[in-house]
């Protein structure tokens, strides 16, 4: 069985425009500000370039790391999302998230196959 994130943490991830997460159990990497929405009681962020030691491709090396949310650090996996039906649910989310002006330019960047293909969901460890 999947662990869960309590309704708290859910809620102050949904809240807060900026998740802080930190990439690789083993990494030297510090907190880095991403976005990230709440679908279906589950967490999920796409990245905006896949570069060679950014917080996606050092997951993909290694899937275990931190998110900051308020003042707690919460031990996650992250979890590569392939389904096409999530895909699209991540992508309202971040609509109806991020509709500030100019948050639209990286809402409508974030559609593009190359970052669709980059969904991440953090599960609690």
């Known amino acids: 069985m999947t662990r869960r994130f309590s309704r708290s943490i859910l809620a102050a991830i949904d809240k807060r425009k900026i998740l802080g997460v930190r990439a690789g159990a083993r990494s030297e990497h510090r907190f880095l500000g991403i976005w990230a929405v709440v679908v279906r009681d589950r967490v999920f962020a796409r990245s905006w370039t896949r570069q060679l030691g950014g917080w996606y491709r050092t997951f993909l090396e290694d899937s275990l790391g931190t998110i900051q949310v308020a003042e707690r650090q ?29 948050s639209l330019k990286y809402v409508r960047g974030f559609r593009a196959t190359r970052r669709r293909e980059t969904t991440m969901e953090f599960q609690p460890r």
């Open 74 to 102: 919460i031990r996650v996996r992250a979890v590569r999302t392939r389904g096409n039906r999530i895909r699209d649910a991540v992508e309202r989310a971040y609509a109806r998230k991020y509709a500030t002006p100019g």
